[in-house]
């Protein structure tokens, strides 16, 4: 079994690459593609993606060819929306989307590239293992819609609208939906796991500063324990 685990900053992938001893196989642009040694029964590959939508389909798309993963665990930070979850808390996306795409005009659903899907469930399959989890003692786990957007969600207005076109949605980053439509051409899944660092439109960017580190960190425990029942159930 082949397991990526994609992030778009050196910083998401910090408590991963301190627990793991790494080999380098390929750097291209802003992607950076390391395999973990010494992975009994499994092979299990790092990858930064860089930040944004084009240099997360980039690096999607490399990894896709080259490496040819039975999952991508798109792992981080977000932002999560007041009402839904607090700083610190994962959420695992049920369901992903764009938040700033607009082909309205030509009958397409709010956040839908044309001549491509509305969004990008995750199958039976995944949601099931996810309600199988039991809650962390100190954060919560959510699942929900997770949007994209190459936008840092720091405008009260902008997110208004956002949550206005998707009253579902429970954080937003800048990588997984661009990852999971790149995965869909070579029909494999992408998981969408994120940690808490801000809250869209309260003083974003100085909480990213403040809680990256804690929603790395935390992102990082479900992270290993998603891959923990893979390993399990494919063994």
């Not at 979850?85 to 992903?96: A, P, Q, R, S």
């Not at 039976?124 to 959510?142: T, V």
């Not at 949007?147 to 998707?166: A, G, H, I, Q, W």
């Amino acid at each position: 079994m082949k397991i990526v685990i994609a992030a778009a900053m050196q910083e998401e992938l910090e408590p991963f690459r301190g627990s793991y001893q790494l080999q380098s196989i390929l750097k291209r642009g802003k992607t950076v593609i390391e395999e973990v040694l010494d992975q009994p029964g499994y092979a299990l590959f790092l990858v930064e993606t860089g930040i944004g939508k084009a240099n997360a389909a980039a690096s999607a798309s490399l990894l896709c060819e080259t490496i040819q993963p039975e999952v991508i665990i798109n792992t981080g930070s977000a932002g999560g929306f007041l009402g839904e979850v607090e700083i610190g808390d994962v959420v695992y996306g049920t369901k992903l989307t764009y938040s700033d795409v607009d082909a309205t005009g030509f009958d397409y659903t709010f956040g839908q590239v044309p001549q491509m899907p509305s969004d990008y469930p995750l199958s039976q399959k995944w949601l099931e293992i996810f309600g199988s989890l039991e809650q962390p003692s100190d954060y919560s786990l959510h699942k929900g819609v997770i949007v994209t957007s190459d936008s840092f969600m720091s405008e009260l207005e902008f997110v208004t609208k956002v949550k206005e076109r998707f009253p579902e949605v429970k954080a937003s980053d800048m990588e997984s939906t661009a990852i999971a439509q790149v995965a869909s051409f070579y029909e494999i899944p992408v998981v969408n796991i994120r940690g808490i660092s801000d809250i869209a439109g309260v003083k974003a960017a100085e909480s990213f500063d403040t809680h990256l580190g804690k929603a790395a960190l935390h992102a990082f425990q479900e992270t290993k324990r998603l891959i923990h029942i893979l390993v399990e159930d494919n063994s």
